[in-house]
């Protein structure tokens, strides 16, 4: 699954990606590693307003979700959606009907390769352009106590192809990655069923994904992890004779 991510460029790159705003009051700046579950804000295209970059919170919280207690419960669990059951989930299963699907930018990911009781994380980026996009559904909860409707979403993911199915070898999963027809198909078009689970389900190429080993500060308590160093490359004698993790 993706629970770590980065969008290292500056605002005017993200507005002029997507031709996009930032709200005035963003004051965005390069993220190098955000971790899920500090359930950050993220800048969100979405199908209803793509003249907008709009600052949404990771992990989805369901309409019907009673509580504010059960909706901080929930959303630890709707950080990320497999895209081939999201019609199917109740979780998900009402986003997905109404068409409330996003556009969330990235310019890479992370995942971890595990050999025996070791773990290793690799950074995963895109090397064929520099801003990237993963599909996802929003949503908006009505907090009961204050009446305020709260955005979040969910990242999709979907079978590995081969270079992420060598580096993340115990899911075999990884974000539902857009080329850049299906980005415009996913955020445009109106996709039946049957359309939209079969343009997630179509990988995006490992030729063109550049991958390489990190250091293991990305999951320090001691040290921060949002910085430029996190995206270092480190070579691990244990991988130097494995390959296919590297491209």
Request: net charge negative; with cysteine.
């Amino acid at each position: 699954m993706c629970f770590h991510k980065s969008l290292n460029v500056k605002a005017s790159e993200l507005e002029g990606r997507y031709e996009a705003a930032l709200p005035p009051s963003a004051n965005f700046q390069p993220i190098y590693h955000a971790n899920a579950y500090n359930f950050p804000a993220w800048p969100i295209v979405t199908r209803q307003e793509p003249g907008k970059l709009q600052l949404i919170h990771w992990g989805l919280i369901p309409r019907w979700t009673r509580s504010q207690d059960s909706a901080e419960e929930i959303r630890t669990k709707t950080i990320n959606a497999r895209s081939e059951t999201i019609y199917e989930k109740p979780s998900f299963r009402s986003a997905a009907q109404s068409g409330k699907r996003c556009l969330i930018p990235v310019t890479g990911f992370f995942e971890w390769y595990t050999a025996g009781s070791k773990k290793f994380p690799f950074y995963i980026s895109p090397s064929d352009q520099k801003i990237t996009s993963i599909a996802g559904l929003w949503d908006e909860w009505p907090d009961p106590d204050t009446g305020e409707l709260i955005p979040t979403y969910t990242l999709l993911t979907t079978e590995a192809n081969p270079l992420l199915a060598a580096i993340h070898n115990t899911k075999k999963r990884m974000p539902c990655v857009l080329t850049p027809d299906a980005e415009q198909a996913w955020l445009h078009d109106d996709l039946n069923e049957t359309d939209a689970l079969a343009l997630l389900a179509q990988q995006y190429p490992a030729s063109k994904m550049h991958s390489y080993s990190i250091s293991k500060r990305i999951t320090s308590r001691t040290e921060p992890s949002d910085v430029p160093d996190v995206l270092t490359r480190v070579d691990y004698p244990e991988l130097n004779n494995n390959t296919q993790l590297f491209s």
